[in-house]
């Protein structure tokens, strides 16, 4: 069963650092786009980096210069490093990805992990 685990998250000053990890276990064949989420309470998920098979990255606006996104292939994993922290960023960040599977195509999701930033 091909699933995602992510680790990483929990509770910083606002100004703070956080990193956030995500693998993929399971019979897989490639792996394709990446991406952290968010949703906040009250509020609608929404994405907060890509990272692509070719190392092409994009941001939320108002995580550009603070987040960064990267990947490692072999590990089939994806990590999110956080900094300078506000507390606007607190949420449940979840991770994705397009991965081939030995039953064809499959985008799984993390179980999510919560990011609190204190004022």
């Known amino acids: 069963q091909v699933r995602l685990e992510e680790s990483g998250g929990g509770l910083v000053q606002a100004g703070g650092s956080l990193s956030l990890s995500c693998a993929a276990s399971g019979i897989i064949f490639t792996v394709g786009d990446m991406y952290w989420y968010r949703q906040a309470p009250g509020k609608g998920r929404e994405l907060v980096a890509s990272?692509?098979?070719?190392?092409?990255?994009n941001y939320l606006d108002s995580v550009k210069g603070r987040f960064t996104i990267s990947r490692d292939n072999a590990k089939r994993a994806v990590y999110l490093q956080m900094n300078s922290l506000k507390p606007e960023d607190t949420a449940v960040y979840s991770c994705?990805?397009?991965?081939?599977?030995?039953?064809?195509?499959?985008?799984?999701w993390g179980q999510g992990t919560q990011v609190t930033v204190s004022p």
């Open positions: 990272i692509s098979s070719g190392d092409d990255t």
């Open positions: 994705n990805m397009v991965l081939t599977t030995n039953r064809g195509l499959f985008s799984p």
